[in-house]
């Protein structure tokens, strides 16, 4: 429950990062470190700004499998001086060819020069690289672990939060970066309804979305899949007829492959899978790795190329849709996950880059 206004009077007093109101910089707290979180960390350096990340988990492992970049936030990402570094664990993309289950061709998108046009290439690459290259720049003292917060309220010179521990935290500025199920949202939306200011629609149900299991191979026989050497990613997307499942593939640096398998679900499964599993993690789910071990791609089967991966990086996650209306109030906002959830996007990068100004 958030704190009520007695407990945070007092908490200011004690807080681990009380503010005080002649500080002429301001300070911020980013509860997620994830790669909205971490991003935005790079660009409020960048700028001079005090900050602070909590993150929820006791040490840094960075899950999932492919991303793609492009001119929307690339430019960002020169300013920072991490081009080069992206550029080094990525292959561009140009071309995506789309096959039934059986492997029949059904369709092919032909990108258009885009370096021509925007200046930049799209880029593929597998999600933990590009953690690593954020998190390599963010000065250690400035992450705290096992900081999950569970709490927040706010005023009109501060901002505080409580964590699961009980530590409290002061800042001028609070940011969710927290992901699908956010504790900064959840509670920033418990004080909105009681105060009678949170929308009808930020009150629905989180019930329609997708099962996702996700991985990076590791290296792969090159000599049989010769397209591993390509300079340019092969991206193929596979969609099956008689089943609400797909699956796709794509080529990155080290003759590897990130792979991914989506089951679009019913309400009721939603629901169910909800419960079950709501965030990236690794979890054994024998059962529907066999169902799926058939699969055909580009690289021998879904089951080989699950086979190929580390088993400790093989992400299940549960993605729905939704947008919600709510996004800021007061010294409090939200972004990436934690004010919209997308099954196809896991990030957005130019929020971050708006943020920081």
Known sequence: MPMDDHEFAFHLADAEHPISGHKNVPHVLISGGGLGGLMLALLLEKAGISYLILERAKEVKPLGAVMALSSGVLGIFEQLHLLEGLKGVSKPINDFKFFSNELKSIGHLKGKEEKDQTGYERLV???????DLLLAK??????????????????EDAVAVRCQDKSVYVADLL??????????????????????????CDKRSLNKGYFCLVGTTDRLDAARFPQLREMYSDASLMISDNSPHSWSTFSVP?????????????????????????????????????????????????????????????????LEDMLYQTWHHNR???????????????ISLWETAWLAG
């Open 332 to 346: 409090t906002v939200l972004i990436g996950d934690g004010k919209h959830l997308n099954g196809l996007n896991y």
């Open 138 to 155: 963010i000065p250690a003292e400035k992450i705290h672990l096992s900081k999950k917060v569970v709490a927040m309220i706010q005023d």
């Open 254 to 318: 080290g003759d590897r492959v990130c792979w991914n398998l989506v089951i679009q679900l019913t309400a009721k499964e939603s629901e169910e899978e909800q419960f079950r599993n709501s965030e990236w993690g690794p979890e054994a789910n024998e059962s529907l790795i066999r169902s799926v071990a058939h699969f055909k791609t580009p690289y021998g089967t879904l089951g080989e190329l699950i086979n190929a991966t580390p088993k400790d990086t093989v992400s299940r996650v549960f």
């Open 125 to 131: 690459f597998a999600r933990p690289e590009l953690y």
């Open 175 to 200: 940011v969710g970066a927290d992901g699908a199920y956010s504790g900064v949202r959840q509670s920033l939306y418990n004080r909105l309804e009681k105060d009678k200011l949170l929308p009808e």
